[in-house]
């Protein structure tokens, strides 16, 4: 059956995959195995959970897996001296297999202390914690950006209705201007047409006299 799977991963499914990987890590397998071993259980393409392990999981078990690492070669180092001691012994006494295969048990179990477990889980706890607090930063930044284009919105709203009153103003302003110097005009125009010219004729002797005016000016 093809694996075609499009949901997102869950922090269950992360802890599935790191737990898978460095199992595989201790005991010298391959991170492949454990993808696909990861695949077969989540219905999933090793490619899938081979790409989400190096894109977001990795990043947060840097010290798992050093640890991890570690305990493999303590493990080959054991299987080491365990293939030299059997190539030295020639006819082992039953004490000396004794002795010797305590100390074969004792080199092939893997270093893991107490503290090395609490410090293990605390990580994981604090990776999960971490990735809770950037969900929230995500929604609080996502809101602010919300409420920030809604104000921009605003403004410009603000802004073009300021724009079409200033339009109308300077239309009045226009009309009123053209009103004043309409009246000017007039004004000009009844001064020049209540002066009157003065009036002129000729004497005996050929001379332009002014005719007074009969008005008294």
Same mark, same amino acid.
Request: charged fraction near 30%.
């Given at each position: 059956?093809?694996?075609?799977?499009?949901?997102?991963?869950?922090?269950?499914?992360?802890?599935?995959?790191?737990?898978?990987?460095?199992?595989?890590?201790?005991?010298?397998?391959?991170?492949?195995?454990?993808?696909?071993?990861?695949?077969? #259980?989540?219905?999933?393409?090793? /490619?899938?959970?081979?790409? $989400?392990?190096?894109? &977001?999981?990795?990043?947060?078990? @840097? !010290?798992?897996?050093?640890?991890?690492?570690?305990?493999?070669?303590?493990?080959?180092?054991?299987?080491?001296?365990?293939?030299?001691?059997?190539?030295?012994?020639?006819?082992?006494?039953?004490?000396?297999?004794?002795?010797?295969?305590?100390?074969?048990?004792?080199?092939?179990?893997?270093?893991?202390?107490?503290?090395?477990?609490?410090?293990?889980?605390?990580?994981?706890?604090?990776?999960?914690?971490?990735?809770?607090?950037? #969900?929230?930063?995500?929604?609080? /930044?996502?809101?602010?950006? $919300?409420?920030?284009? &809604?104000?921009?919105?605003?403004? @410009? !709203?603000?802004?073009?209705?300021?724009?079409?009153?200033?339009?109308?103003?300077?239309?009045?302003?226009?009309?009123?201007?053209?009103?004043?110097?309409?009246?000017?005009?007039?004004?000009?125009?009844?001064?020049?047409?209540?002066?009157?010219?003065?009036?002129?004729?000729?004497?005996?002797?050929?001379?332009?006299?002014?005719?007074?005016?009969?008005?008294?000016?």
């Amino acid at each position: 059956m093809v694996k075609v799977r499009q949901d997102a991963w869950s922090h269950e499914d992360d802890l599935l995959l790191a737990e898978t990987v460095l199992r595989h890590i201790r005991e010298g397998s391959t991170q492949l195995n454990a993808f696909e071993e990861v695949g077969d #259980k989540l219905n999933r393409t090793s /490619a899938a959970c081979g790409f $989400r392990w190096n894109a &977001e999981v990795r990043a947060k078990y @840097e !010290n798992a897996i050093d640890l991890a690492k570690r305990q493999r070669k303590e493990k080959k180092r054991a299987q080491a001296v365990n293939a030299s001691k059997s190539k030295q012994t020639v006819a082992p006494l039953p004490q000396r297999t004794t002795v010797t295969n305590t100390e074969i048990q004792q080199s092939e179990t893997p270093e893991l202390s107490m503290d090395t477990v609490i410090h293990y889980l605390t990580q994981l706890k604090e990776d999960y914690h971490a990735s809770n607090q950037s #969900k929230v930063s995500l929604e609080q /930044a996502e809101n602010e950006n $919300r409420m920030l284009r &809604e104000h921009v919105e605003e403004l @410009e !709203n603000k802004l073009a209705e300021t724009k079409k009153q200033f339009a109308a103003v300077q239309e009045d302003y226009q009309v009123f201007m053209q009103i004043m110097d309409r009246a000017r005009k007039m004004t000009v125009l009844e001064d020049q047409g209540a002066f009157k010219a003065p009036s002129f004729k000729m004497d005996k002797n050929g001379n332009l006299q002014q005719v007074a005016d009969s008005s008294g000016n």
